[in-house]
Nanobody, 127 residues
Framework: QVQLVESGGGLVQAGGSLRLSCAAS????????MGWFRQTPLNEREFVSA????????YYSDFVKGRFTISRDNAKNTVYLQMNSLKPEDTAVYYC????????????????????WGQGTQVTVSS
């Protein structure tokens, strides 16, 4: 069983920054790709970013590209999401999740390709 715990969310003004962390309970997570998703009350959970097991492959959704950076520290079993130039439309609950395999395949945008999820952390961006 893998537990993922997100932290780092909060309230920030537009243009500000936050860094989200996702700490895993098991060292085996370091052998898997990981992803970040977000969800608002009115929308389905959507893909934000993903990273392969060694950080060599990174993917971003178009709406965060150039503003967000995903990274990981396998020694700490932790994945990060640095969010800069935040916009009000970035307001959502952000979730980290473990991908089903080491490398990122064509399914990296699909929720069903992730088998463990954290509880989420709220990010609110004020205008």
């Amino acid at each position: 069983q893998v537990q993922l715990v997100e932290s780092g969310g909060g309230l920030v003004q537009a243009g500000g920054s936050l860094r989200l962390s996702c700490a895993a309970s098991s060292r085996t997570v370091s052998n898997y790709a990981m992803g970040w998703f977000r969800q608002t009350p009115l929308n389905e959970r959507e893909f934000v970013s993903a990273i392969s097991w060694n950080g060599g492959t990174l993917y971003y959704s178009d709406f965060v590209k150039g503003r967000f950076t995903i990274s990981r520290d396998n020694a700490k079993n932790t994945v990060y999401l640095q969010m800069n130039s935040l916009k009000p439309e970035d307001t959502a609950v952000y979730y980290c999740a473990k991908y089903y395999q080491t490398a990122l395949g064509n399914s990296y945008r699909e929720k069903n390709a992730y088998d463990y999820w954290g509880q989420g952390t709220q990010v609110t961006v004020s205008s």
